[in-house]
């Protein structure tokens, strides 16, 4: 059984027809899913998606702390309270030149994330893009210590080593598709089978520019992993899908 560690379920390209993606996934034996939230105008619709089948995470991405009410962060521990097995998460800092102009709100809105799911002792799904100082230098001012899951890790082996000791897995996707992705084909090679999970970031990334990306190919991204490491397929399933279980066991 595979699990697609971060795909966005409430995204209307996927929500529209839910059973219909769940039922491909589930032809290629994608059978678990992770559906972070991105802003309080999704908690209420990724919140109603927990399932067994289907883990959720509750938080403030990045690329949207601006434009978040007033309350956001009050509302948001009352949604984690309803939820005792939400994650917090899409939260992070996205410091792409396009987005480092609010790199102080960013931090502000993370940091106040990573106390509230220290508190309560939730994992986070973590969107870090250029900023892995940054949110290594968070993590170390919050105290925070539930680890996670790294998204989209962009960095080299050697910098995955300072999540792995702070009890992150590392995601491994749909750059996957890329040819070019050399440092993550690097990773996916080298990593121990203990310290990597599989997601697509559906409906984003799609593996063909004119169809949205879905959590089916997960199957794709673990042939890709299985190929690197001269392994099979079902191999890399039994072992992502352990880490990920692990990490989602760990809230509540
Ligand atoms: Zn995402």
């Not at 991405?61 to 998460?89: E, R, S």
């Not at 990573?114 to 968070?138: E, F, M, T």
């Not at 995601?171 to 697509?200: C, P, Y």
């Amino acid at each position: 059984m595979l699990f697609d560690t971060h795909c966005h379920l409430s995204h209307p390209a996927l929500n529209s027809r839910l059973p219909e993606v769940l039922a491909e996934a589930a032809t290629q034996d994608v059978r678990r899913f992770l559906a972070p939230a991105t802003g309080a105008e999704d908690w209420a619709a990724v919140a109603a998606l927990g399932s067994a089948q289907i883990d959720i995470a509750l938080g403030i991405h990045p690329w949207f702390v601006d434009g978040q009410p007033a309350d956001a962060l009050d509302k948001l521990a009352q949604y984690l309270h309803a939820h005792p097995k939400a994650l917090v998460g899409e939260i992070g800092l996205d410091f792409h030149p396009n987005r480092r102009h609010h790199a102080a709100a960013q931090s502000a809105c993370f940091e106040a994330q990573l106390q509230l799911a220290q508190s309560l002792q939730r994992p986070i799904v973590l969107h870090n893009l250029k900023a892995d100082a940054a949110c290594l230098a968070g993590i170390r001012r919050c105290g925070f210590t539930q680890g996670g899951f790294a998204h989209a890790f962009s960095g080299s082996l050697e910098s995955a080593q300072a999540w792995l000791k702070l009890g992150f897995k590392i995601g491994i996707g749909s750059v996957l598709f890329k040819q070019n992705a050399q440092k993550l084909r690097r990773l996916a090679t080298h990593l121990a089978w203990g310290d990597m999970v599989l997601e697509t970031d559906a409906p984003f990334m799609p593996p063909t520019p004119d169809h949205p990306n879905q959590p089916c190919n997960t199957r794709r991204i673990a042939e890709i992993v299985a190929a690197l490491r001269q392994s099979d397929w079902q191999t890399v399933a039994q072992h992502t899908t352990r880490n990920a279980l692990m990490v989602v066991g760990r809230a509540a």
